[in-house]
């Protein structure tokens, strides 16, 4: 498996790893706002849950898939 972040001491690199995944999905909610716009503009019939819902669904096929070569998922207890 290869770190991106090898030069972080062990504990941090974990850390480092989410505040990179937060920040690519705030750079692609970001990018996704004029969509938002022009549908709450376009599509006024819509309540705020139904618009809420079309905004995460955008967004969730938008995301890239997660890359879980190498990590193995935690056990559910």
Known sequence: MMHRHYNLPSEQRETQR???QW???EALWRR?????????RFR?????AQLRELDLREHAAERPPDDCIG???KPET
């Open 18 to 20: 989410l505040a990179g």
């Open 23 to 25: 920040n690519a999905e």
């Open 44 to 48: 006024s019939e819509l309540s705020e």
């Open 32 to 40: 996704l706002a004029l969509r938002r716009r022009r549908r709450r």
């Open 71 to 73: 990590r193995r998922p």
